[in-house]
């Protein structure tokens, strides 16, 4: 299969635009997939760029509900018009980043909710042998705290946010297991270990955000945790390619302990797997 990132908040080079947000367009053997489709046009600029036809992706999934993963999805329906589109069933809810000036809308447009083009996904879902999607990660192992901006109104109360909205998707052909996520909010170690208990072994490769920074503050996390992550990835022996949210400070952290099983994946860039 073959995985190109069309938006990150780095370009591979200048010929692609980047920005703060994520999408990756996946050819698989069955599948043409677009994960995540970033905050704005950038996908769509740098996927004519690569002649990828955004019109030809037969499915869409939305990894949570913040509008650098999701902010695009209008643009998206508008120029696909067949792909089906897996949410979590809260992606539409409000969601908050708390600053110094107060709570910050990062959700998503609520008014798109009632297309019927969205398949609302439940904790694990078979979509066929080579796409599996999961969510209902509860493990806290290294949980960032950089988390503890983020907000979700729940039961008509605005409180610090579970990520029961985040999903992850895997993709198997052959033997090859691909884990693709978008912020990691819950935990990337964590995710794995659910997918892990879910029957979904030997992953040979993980793209993700880490979450390992606040992306408005530009803070990282602290370099203790991030090589506590990087101890347990190791560990988990797959291959990770990483960007978006896991900053630049804490990817040169994870590089230091993981030498060449972590890369880094910008705009423009492709992977075949
Ligand atoms: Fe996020
Ligand atoms: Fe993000």
């Known amino acids: 299969m073959k995985i190109t990132s069309l938006t990150e908040n780095t370009s591979f080079s200048p010929e692609f635009k980047h ?14 997939i677009l994960f995540d489709m970033g905050p704005d046009s950038t996908f769509i600029d740098n996927a004519k760029k690569l002649g990828i036809k955004l019109e030809n992706v037969d499915t869409a999934i939305i990894s949570h509900g913040h509008n650098d993963h999701g902010g695009a999805l209008s643009l998206f329906m508008d120029i696909n018009k067949n792909a089906k589109i897996y949410v979590r069933e809260d992606i539409f809810g409000t969601h908050l980043r708390k600053d110094t000036n107060g709570f910050v809308n990062i959700g998503l447009d609520k008014s798109l ?23 209902s990660v509860k493990g806290r192992k290294h949980f960032s705290k950089s988390n503890g901006v983020l907000y979700a109104e729940k039961n008509n109360e605005i409180q610090l946010d579970d990520f029961t909205h985040e999903q992850s998707l895997v993709i198997t052909e052959g033997d090859k297991k691909v884990l693709i996520g978008g912020c990691a909010h819950n935990g990337i170690v964590n995710i794995i270990e659910k997918a892990h208990e879910l029957g979904i072994k030997n992953i040979h490769t993980v793209i993700s955000g880490f979450h390992l920074m606040i992306p408005d503050e530009n803070k990282s996390e602290d370099p203790a945790l991030v090589k506590a992550v990087a101890k347990d990835l190791i560990k988990f022996g797959s291959q990770y390619y990483t960007c978006h949210c896991t900053g630049i400070e804490s990817y040169k952290v994870l590089k230091e302990a993981m030498g060449n099983q972590v890369k880094y994946i910008s705009s423009g860039m492709s992977i075949d797997i």
């Open 19 to 32: 920005v703060h947000g994520l999408s990756f367009y996946i050819e698989a053997k069955n599948h043409k």
């Open 113 to 135: 909710s009632s297309s019927d083009r969205f398949v609302f996904t439940t904790d694990k879902l078979k979509i066929d042998d080579e796409l599996f999607i999961f969510s």
